[in-house]
C-alpha cells in the first residue's frame, strides 16, 4: 500500500515493491508524495511508462523540488519512473520481456514482471487519483512538439478539457489501442492526460520547461494552484496523422523545425545519398510537422517526420478564464482551417 495520507504541508518520498527477478533483487517502484493545503484532488503525475523517455522524469523531480506544498490545494502522487526495468536498460521495454507497458493496463496480478507493474501501478495510483498526467516522449531520434494525445477506442471519448488545460498549441486526436493507461483510466472514469515532450534518451531543457509549463497550467486550470493557467484562447484539434518516410537511402537533412506550419508542396528536408545526389522531401498536405528525425542516416522506408494535416482540424475555445498568449501554429494555420 502507498502512503498517501501524510500531514497537511508535508512532502514523502516512498516505494512499492511490484515484484522479485532472477538474482533475488526486488523491483519496487519509486514514488513521491505532496500533501497541500487540502486533500482534494488528488493529482496523479507520472513518466517513464516507456523507460528511456526521460523528459517527464526530470519534470517530476524539478516540480517536487520546486512547489512549496502549502501553495498546493490537494495532494501530489507523483512517480517518476514507472518501467523501472526498461529504465535501467536505457531501453523503451524491459529487455528481457520486450513487452509494451503501455498496452498491458490495468495489469494482471499474476503476470510476468510487466503486467505486475501495470497491475501494481493502476491499483495503487491510478484509481486513487482524480485526474492525471501521464508524460512521455518520442522515442529515439524522434523529436516531439509538446502536446497532448487525446485518444478514442471504439466508442469510447476522453474528455478534451483535460487536454486543453494543458495548455499548449495543438492537441493530436487520434484512435489508441486496448491497454493504453489514458484509455483504460479514461473507462474508468479517470481522466489521465498523454502529454508528448521532446524525444528518448536525453534531457533537453526547453522540453523540460515546456513539460512544467504543461503541468502548471493544468494545476491552475482545475485550482490546485493559485494564478490563472497561461495559455492560448484557441487551440487546435488535428487527427490527419502523417508518417512520412524515406523514398531513398543517404543522410536526411531537415529543413523544418516541430511547429512549423508548412503547406503542400514545402521542402520539409532532403536526403543526400552516398553518390551525391539530393532527393528533396515534400509535405504532401498543408500540414504542421509533430515531429522530426533527429537521427541523420535513413533508409529507405525510415520515418523522417511526422506531420499533422489540417483537414479535418477543429478549433477548441477555451472556456475558463485564463492568462492569454498567442497560438503561433494557429496564426500560420487560420488560412487552411475551415
Ligand atoms: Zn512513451
Not at 113 to 134: C, L, M, S
Not at 164 to 188: C, P, R, V, W
Not at 251 to 262: P, Q, T
Request: hydrophobic content about 40%; proline content about 3%; charged content about 30%.
Amino acid at each position: 500500500m502507498i502512503k498517501l495520507d501524510i500531514e497537511e504541508g508535508k512532502k514523502y518520498r516512498g516505494k512499492i515493491k511490484v515484484a522479485e527477478l532472477e538474482d533475488g533483487s526486488k523491483v519496487e517502484i519509486p514514488y513521491f508524495v505532496m500533501r497541500g493545503r487540502r486533500k482534494k484532488p488528488v493529482l496523479l503525475l507520472n513518466a517513464a511508462l516507456h523507460g528511456d523517455e526521460l523528459n517527464g522524469v526530470e519534470v517530476i523531480m524539478r516540480l517536487f523540488e520546486e512547489l512549496d506544498p502549502m501553495q498546493v490545494d490537494g495532494t501530489i502522487v507523483a512517480v517518476p519512473v514507472v518501467n523501472v526495468l526498461a529504465f535501467r536498460s536505457r531501453d523503451r521495454f524491459d529487455v528481457i520481456e520486450k513487452r509494451d507497458l503501455n498496452r498491458k493496463f490495468p495489469g494482471k496480478k499474476d503476470g510476468n514482471v510487466t503486467e505486475k507493474i501495470a497491475y501494481h501501478f493502476f491499483n495503487e495510483f491510478v484509481k486513487k487519483a482524480d485526474f492525471g498526467i501521464d508524460l512521455h516522449a518520442g522515442m529515439k531520434g524522434h523529436l516531439l512538439l509538446p502536446h497532448g494525445r487525446a485518444r478514442t477506442l471504439g466508442d469510447y471519448a476522453p474528455k478534451l478539457e483535460y487536454y486543453q488545460a494543458l495548455g499548449t498549441d495543438i492537441i493530436f486526436y487520434h484512435e489508441g489501442e486496448k491497454g493504453m493507461l489514458n484509455i483504460t483510466a479514461g473507462k474508468h472514469g479517470i481522466p489521465i492526460v498523454c502529454f508528448e515532450i521532446g524525444e528518448a534518451d536525453r534531457l533537453d531543457d526547453f522540453y523540460i520547461n515546456e513539460g512544467m509549463k504543461g503541468v502548471k497550467n493544468f494545476m491552475k486550470y482545475f485550482g490546485m494552484l493559485s494564478g490563472l493557467p497561461e495559455m492560448p484562447a484557441r487551440q487546435i484539434l488535428l487527427q490527419g496523422y502523417i508518417e512520412m518516410r524515406a523514398s531513398v537511402g543517404g543522410m536526411f537533412y531537415s529543413k523544418v523545425r516541430v511547429g512549423d506550419v508548412v503547406k503542400k508542396g514545402d521542402v520539409i528536408g532532403y536526403i543526400r545519398k552516398i553518390n551525391g545526389k539530393k532527393v528533396y522531401v515534400k509535405a504532401g498536405k498543408n500540414s504542421t510537422v509533430m515531429g522530426i528525425r533527429t537521427l541523420s542516416a535513413v533508409r529507405e522506408g525510415d520515418p523522417i517526420a511526422w506531420m499533422l494535416s489540417f483537414e479535418n482540424a477543429e478549433i477548441l475555445e477555451i472556456k475558463k478564464k485564463v492568462k492569454i498568449r498567442r497560438n503561433r501554429i494557429l496564426e500560420k494555420a487560420e488560412r487552411f482551417i475551415k
